[in-house]
């Protein structure tokens, strides 16, 4: 009855009313209830159709297709009809006598009924809207970048042309579903000006929609996505709309949102919770495969052991019932769940072996990393996805595509180098990214080491490849005069080659655009630093002086990543304390707007840096706040959730020794003594030749202990005690540290030996620890705020700790054994204060 009134409502606006102005024709399409009377009308009266008729009949045949389920929809048949084939003569027939709205709303459902872009109708559908496109009205452009988006015309210089017009009439935009959708479809084309007045205009006109009309923050999250632009205040906006419309979202909208989030790094605590109750109520109405995958995906990442048992003995059920696609959907998750479920895991495999001509090249190398990541034990399948793979590489030109398809090739067991692969790799890298590069030389490496012939030498063709990808890398990072470029290039890059070949050079470049950094790219460049372990002290310097200049304009949630680096670098910029000073005042007033994850981080970054605002500490360490924590975490990835809990262990080791005024319980004993039994307790092969030549320096082995576990769960590498006049002191004659029930530290013995609870008077207990590559920054020789976080609680603990770094045991001039045991002597018994 709905689409009837709106038909009847469109009628009246076109054709004037009375019995003698009747359109008899219109009369009998707007009584269709489906397809087959909508053909009859068009059969009965093809020499009467006008440019409205056949309008209006493509209309309401995708109208009636959109109100059914996915499952029933029958656009196939629709579009093989005879009656369609003679609509789209008609229409192209009549194109010039349609109106603009016409013209655009025909092109929008014949794409909708899957005819196909290259087909003639549709052709000059766009080319008469290109011909019109200064005159069109916002909403009819709107729809129109919508259908260039479908055919995959963003990158289009008709698109460019829709962008230009909506630089020039933004002003014009009142409604949010309008901005919105062309926000989306303009996206890839935007330049940092337009994006800035995008992201004003949309966050006005969300204030002054109806906050029910979801989709429009939804659109505004996409675009932000699209854009790789994290604006918070915008996004956290989006985000409290969506909160609100929980009740009214179904799964297939919670799994687009979740998705959107995820690939933003946005974990919001709040909407991770609700959407999480929403889908488990959604669980027993969920039995249709569409829904069923889309709850899937959404639900089974955050869901306990019990509810991921339950959700893949119904995908079981289901399996036969998947189409292609969810099949694919579905195998993803697993391997997001870390699912070890041979029989599903199977199951799918066989639904996608059967489908693999169906798969696009991308698909076909998700397909591959999925079923590795996996374990699939199918011979089979990943012989036929090779060969997929290989096919697709021959003749793809995109960069992109061929650096995704030789990273799925060289994670194929026994993969060697296809002379044909490695021709299409040299023909894509003067066109790469970083990124790309990087990629290339880790392929290059695992090449090399299943070529037989490396155990001789490098054969020439990786020695060239190699050369040709540092060459290529160096010269993008010259030819860069955007700093925001940069950023982007760099965000994921790792492994060994980018950090051999271009991390100096990335820092020598950043340096170079120095005047660019602004509030608006301090966290990316912030987060860069930190992962690279990277200290550079210029930009470190910079950071901290636009911090302090523009601490109003950050986001207060975004100071935990401008922090980090200074934190675990353990770098303090002139005037330290004026920059952490500002940072707290600037984000405590909004410590009960955090994620209760992000706040625990931010705290831990203080803490390293020997900072402990009091109203942080509080606000962290109360009953509420760690229950909030628990069911954030339960909905975080297992990686994410394991470095959060992690962390608030050692705050609250921190902060029970640093901060013994606050009171702060220590109550992590039994997640200490769990991850201890899970630790690998080796030692590595620097402290096996330390301890052997110990005993030797100390005079007996029994005066020193390996291994030795503190109060609070610090492991010593060495322990050991000297007297007053610093000789050691044998085992035996004194006891491990321990906890007392008051919290305090006290050398635990046995009841009747409560005499001996002290060191003897003057005596000494020494930490002796070795500090590896991790310990320090990548370029030089300061030690990182871990390790100096460690040395402070050791020394609290009672300790005096000495430490080895491993650039000096490791130095040429320790060439012998005679020369570390001289090390070690003078380690221990002159450089000991």
């Known amino acids: 009855m709905f689409r009837l009134r709106l038909i009847r409502a469109g009628s009246r606006r076109l054709f004037h009313s009375g019995a003698a102005s009747r359109d008899q024709v219109l009369d009998q399409l707007q009584v269709c209830s489906a397809e087959d009377q909508v053909f009859d009308v068009v059969d009965r009266n093809k020499a009467k159709l006008s440019a409205r008729h056949v309008g209006c009949a493509i209309g309401l045949l995708w109208q009636i297709q959109r109100e059914r389920p996915q499952i029933l929809r029958t656009v ?10 003679t609509l789209r003569v008609l229409a192209e027939n009549k194109i010039s006598l349609m109106d603009d709205g016409s013209v655009v709303n025909m092109l929008y459902d014949v794409l909708r009924l899957n005819v196909e872009q290259h087909d003639s109708l549709v052709q000059q559908l766009v080319t008469e809207a290109w011909n019109r496109l200064e005159r069109f009205q916002m909403p009819t452009l709107s729809k129109f970048a919508v259908c260039l988006s479908d055919q995959f015309l963003q990158h289009s210089p008709l698109m460019g042309q829709i962008t230009d017009i909506v630089s020039r009439r933004l002003d014009s935009i009142q409604d949010a579903r309008v901005l919105t959708t062309l926000m989306i479809s303009i996206s890839s084309l ?3 000006k337009l994006r ?26 996409q675009f932000l996505r699209n854009i790789r632009h994290v604006h918070r205040p915008l996004l956290e906006k989006c985000n409290r709309i969506l909160l609100q419309n929980i009740p009214h979202l179904d799964a297939e909208h919670i799994s687009i949102i979740l998705g959107l989030y995820q690939s933003m790094q946005f974990n919001n605590c709040d909407f991770r919770l609700a959407a999480k109750q929403k889908l488990m109520e959604l669980v027993d109405t969920s ?64 639904i996608i072996f059967k489908n693999l001509e169906t798969y696009r090249a991308v698909e076909i190398a998700r397909i591959t990393q999925t079923l590795i990541l996996l374990h699939c034990q199918n011979p089979e399948i990943f012989s036929r996805l090779r060969t997929k793979l290989l096919q697709y590489l021959q003749h793809s030109v995109y960069p992109y595509e061929v650096t995704m398809l030789t990273r799925v090739l060289s994670m194929l067991s026994s993969s060697r180098l296809d002379e044909g692969v490695l021709s299409r790799v040299n023909a894509v890298i003067p066109q790469c990214n970083l990124n790309d590069l990087n990629t290339f030389a880790m392929v290059v490496a695992k090449w090399i080491r299943n070529d037989p012939s490396y155990r001789h030498n490098t054969p020439s063709k990786y020695v060239r490849l190699l050369q040709t990808l540092n060459r290529c890398g160096h010269e993008r990072l010259h030819q860069f005069d955007r700093l925001e470029v940069v950023l982007e290039e760099v965000k994921y890059l790792s492994g060994e080659w980018f950090e051999e070949m271009l991390v100096e050079q990335s820092m020598v470049t950043m340096q170079r655009l120095i005047d660019q950094i602004s509030w608006t790219n301090i966290p990316e460049l912030a987060v860069y630093l930190t992962r690279t372990n990277y200290l550079c002290t210029p930009l470190l310097d910079r950071i901290a002086g636009v911090m302090i200049e523009n601490i109003e304009k950050i986001h207060y949630s975004a100071t935990y990543a401008a922090l980090l680096p200074f934190a675990v670098l353990n770098y303090d910029p002139s005037g330290s304390e004026e920059f952490l000073d500002v940072c707290v005042q600037h984000f405590t007033p909004h410590i009960s707007s955090f994620d209760p994850h992000l706040l625990v981080l931010l705290a831990y970054a203080l803490a390293m840096a020997d900072y402990f605002p009091e109203e942080v500490i509080r606000e962290i360490f109360n009953v509420d706040f760690l229950a909030r924590l628990d069911a954030q975490l339960e909905t975080l990835p297992d ?70 576990l503190t109060p609070y769960f610090y492991t010593v590498d060495f322990e050991f005690i000297l007297d007053r006049n610093l000789q050691p002191i044998p085992y035996g004659e004194s006891s491990p540290l321990q906890i007392s029930e008051n919290g305090k530290v006290e050398w635990e013995s046995k009841p009747a030996d409560r005499e001996r609870s002290e060191l003897p008077p003057g005596a000494r207990r020494i930490a002796l620890d070795f500090l590896d590559a991790k310990s320090f920054c990548k370029n030089s020789r300061q030690m990182k705020g871990d390790a100096t976080m460690r040395k402070r609680h050791l020394e609290i603990l009672g300790y005096h ?6 650039f000096e045991w490791n130095s040429m001039e320790l060439s012998t054994e005679d020369a570390w045991r001289e090390y070690l002597r003078r380690k221990i018994f002159t450089e000991l204060p």
Request: some cysteine; overall charge neutral.
């Open 287 to 350: 039995t249709d495969p569409a829904t069923f995958t889309k709850l899937f995906a959404s639900l089974g990442p955050m869901a306990g052991q019990g509810i991921r048992e339950g959700l893949e003995s119904t995908a079981l059920l289901l399996a036969n019932e998947l189409n292609a696609q969810q099949a694919l959907g579905v195998m993803e998750t697993m391997e997001e769940m870390q699912s070890r479920n041979l029989q599903l895991i199977n199951k799918m495999a066989g």
């Open 196 to 221: 800035d007045a995008l992201i004003e205009k949309a966050d006005a006109l969300l204030d002054q929609m109806d906050p029910l009309h979801f989709n429009n923050p939804r659109r505004v999250v």
């Open 76 to 85: 196939e048949i629709v579009r093989n009809h005879p009656q369609f084939l």
């Open 801 to 806: 700790v000495l430490q080895i770094p491993h």
């Open 190 to 192: 935007v330049s940092p």
């Open 639 to 708: 990686a994410l959730n394991m470095r959060v809990r992690l962390r608030l262990m050692e705050l609250n080791r921190a902060v029970c020794l640093e901060c013994p005024e606050f009171q702060v319980p220590w109550f992590h004993e039994r997640y200490c003594t769990q991850l201890q039994k899970r630790a690998n307790s080796s030692i590595s092969a620097a402290q096996q030749q330390i301890h052997k030549m110990l005993g030797g320096v100390l005079g007996s082995i029994s005066c020193a202990r390996v291994g030795v």
